[in-house]
């Protein structure tokens, strides 16, 4: 049972627009949402999170958007760069608090920066 | 500032075999997680340590276990491997709350044969 789900394996964009990441959860307990990037041999890089109590949180080129009603959260990335070129994971917590916060990963979305 | 680190990075082992896999924070974060990465999969939370005491555990088998020393270091100990234990272990850490994300490592690399 996939709880968090990024049904794009890959995606190809081409510098400079923008790249649009999606993914789907189905756990309505899940208060936090997080992004990771992941080079190869490398662990993941956090990049953004949102509450869900927003619907948008930015920072620089990233921007997350939360659509709770619809259990949808993407990823904005506006310009794309070469440098983003990595695997990309969606999270999820529950937050339950005490120090229990274990995420819920997606399988990745493999993002492409083509020249 | 050191990140958090891994040792060993990688490792061959046997079917049967137990084997520990450790972690270093970075300094002053008091959380501890361990992820379990296989290949085309995101990771898998195997269990969270927090002030020494596990807070909560992912769906694996007790053949997974582990340990938060008061210098908030951690073990992840497998015991029984199988050949399906094959993944990358990632240790994560953090300071602040759950937004702030988690630092991770550069995980073990870990073979059964």
């Known amino acids: 049972d996939q709880q968090v789900k990024q049904n794009s394996p890959s995606l190809s964009v081409q510098e400079g627009r923008i790249s649009i990441l999606n993914c789907d959860y189905t756990?309505?307990?899940?208060?936090?949402f997080l992004w990771y990037k992941k080079y190869p041999a490398e662990g993941p890089t956090f990049l953004i999170s949102?509450?869900?109590?927003?619907d948008k949180n930015e920072d620089g080129r990233f921007t997350v958007f939360l659509n709770k009603s619809a259990k949808h959260l993407s990823l904005h990335i506006v310009p794309s760069q070469p440098g983003d070129s990595a695997v990309y994971f969606c999270?999820?917590?529950?937050?339950?608090?005490?120090?229990?916060?274990?995420?819920?990963f997606g399988k990745g979305t493999h993002l492409i920066i083509q020249p | 500032d050191a990140g958090v680190t891994q040792s060993p990075t990688h490792l061959i082992k046997t079917r049967g075999q137990h084997v520990t896999l450790r972690c270093s924070p970075i300094?002053?974060?008091?959380?501890v997680s361990w992820y379990q990465q296989v290949l085309g999969q995101g990771p898998q939370f195997i269990f969270q340590?927090?002030?020494?005491?596990?807070?909560q555990r992912g769906n694996f088998p007790d053949q997974f276990s582990g340990h938060q020393f008061p210098n908030y270091s951690s073990e992840l100990n497998v015991n029984a491997l199988l050949l399906g234990d094959s993944a990358l272990y990632l240790c994560?850490?953090?300071?602040?709350?759950?937004?702030?994300?988690?630092?991770f490592g550069s995980g073990t690399r870990l073979t059964v044969v």
């Open positions: 300094s002053g974060h008091k959380s």
């Open positions: 756990n309505s307990m899940f208060d936090y």
């Open positions: 340590y927090y002030e020494e005491e596990e807070r």
């Open positions: 994560a850490s953090r300071f602040q709350g759950p937004l702030y994300g988690y630092t």
């Open positions: 949102i509450s869900s109590i927003k």
């Open positions: 999270a999820a917590s529950d937050g339950r608090g005490g120090g229990a916060d274990g995420l819920t």
